[in-house]
C-alpha cells in the first residue's frame, strides 16, 4: 500500500483577498493526480468554505489535505474562539457572521452545510475559548 | 448558448477571456452570495453577480463555472482580472442591472434547469 500524498498550508486570518488560495492550490495538485473532476469539485468547494471560516471567525489556521487510496482527506485546525453549539452551526442560515463579511458576498450561514453536503464524512471538534478542528473526507472510489 | 450570445443579448463587454467567447454555456446562477453560489453544482454556469472582490473569481473557479457576467455597471478589480486569466475564465460586464440581465438570458433560452445535487 503507497503512502498517502499529503499537502499542508497555513491560511492568512488577516486576509480575506487572499483567502481561498490554499484550496486553489489543492485544486491545481488533485488535477496533476488526475482525479476525477467531480470528486476535485467536491474537495476543493469543502476546502474552500473552510477555508473562507477560519479567515472570518478564526484568525486563520492550517489545512493538510491528504491523498488516500480510498478517499481525500482535508483537516482544518485553527486556534480561534471556538463553536459554542455546533448542532445551531449546522443549521443552514445560521451565521455570527458580522454585517462586514455579508457585504463581501459571506456569512449567509451555509458554509458548514456546505461542506457537509460535499463530503461523505466531517467531523467537528471544538471547545470555546481554545479552537476547532474540523475533519472532512471525499471518497474517491 | 454560447458566451459571445450572452455578450450580445447583455450588450456586455469583455474584460478577461476573449479568446474563450466561442465556448458554450449550459445553465446560469445569479446572486450576490458566494455561498448560496457555492450550494449547487451546475454544469458549464455562467455567474450573474453585482459583487466585486477576488472571491467572486475564486468561487467560480471551485465550481467550475465558465463566465462571470458583472451586473449594474460593476467592474472588476485588475487583480481579479488576472486571476480569471489564469484560471480561464470569461469576464463581462454590463450595465443592466440583476433581474433584468437574468430576464433577458432565460427568455433568450437559458433555463436554470440543470441544476444537480452535489453528493452523488
Do not use: W
Not at chain 1, 482525479?35 to 467536491?42: G, Q, S, Y
Not at chain 1, 481525500?72 to 443549521?91: F, N, S, Y
Amino acid at each position: 500500500m503507497s503512502e498517502a500524498l499529503s499537502f499542508r498550508f497555513s491560511v492568512d486570518g488577516e486576509n480575506f483577498t487572499s483567502a481561498g488560495q490554499a484550496s486553489v492550490q489543492v485544486k491545481k495538485n488533485l488535477r496533476q493526480l488526475g482525479l476525477d473532476p467531480e470528486i476535485i469539485r467536491r474537495v476543493s468547494i469543502a476546502m474552500y468554505e473552510g477555508e473562507i471560516n477560519m479567515v472570518i471567525h478564526a484568525g486563520g489556521g492550517v489545512a493538510e489535505v491528504k491523498v488516500a487510496e480510498e478517499f481525500v482527506e482535508i483537516i482544518l485546525e485553527d486556534h480561534g474562539p471556538g463553536i459554542a453549539d455546533i448542532e445551531q452551526a449546522m443549521q443552514a442560515g445560521f451565521s455570527t457572521a458580522p454585517d462586514k463579511i455579508r457585504s463581501l458576498g459571506f456569512g449567509a450561514g451555509m458554509g458548514l452545510p456546505n461542506m457537509k453536503r460535499y463530503t461523505d464524512y466531517m467531523d467537528i471538534e471544538s471547545k470555546v475559548g481554545e479552537g476547532t478542528r474540523i475533519t472532512m473526507r471525499v471518497n474517491i472510489t | 448558448m454560447k458566451i459571445c450570445t450572452i455578450k450580445e443579448l447583455l450588450d456586455a463587454r469583455v474584460l478577461a477571456g476573449e479568446e474563450r467567447l466561442g465556448n458554450h454555456v449550459y445553465s446560469a446562477c445569479g446572486s450576490d452570495m458566494m455561498s448560496d453560489v457555492l450550494a449547487y453544482v451546475k454544469d458549464q454556469a455562467v455567474l450573474l453577480t453585482g459583487l466585486v472582490n477576488t472571491q467572486v473569481i475564486r468561487t467560480a473557479e471551485m465550481m467550475d463555472m465558465v463566465c462571470v457576467v458583472f451586473v449594474r455597471s460593476k467592474t472588476p478589480t485588475p487583480e481579479m482580472i488576472s486571476l480569471a486569466e489564469e484560471s480561464g475564465l470569461v469576464l463581462l460586464a454590463t450595465d443592466k442591472r440583476m433581474y433584468e440581465a437574468c430576464g433577458i438570458l432565460y427568455s433568450g433560452g437559458l433555463v436554470s434547469n440543470k441544476v444537480k445535487k452535489a453528493t452523488v
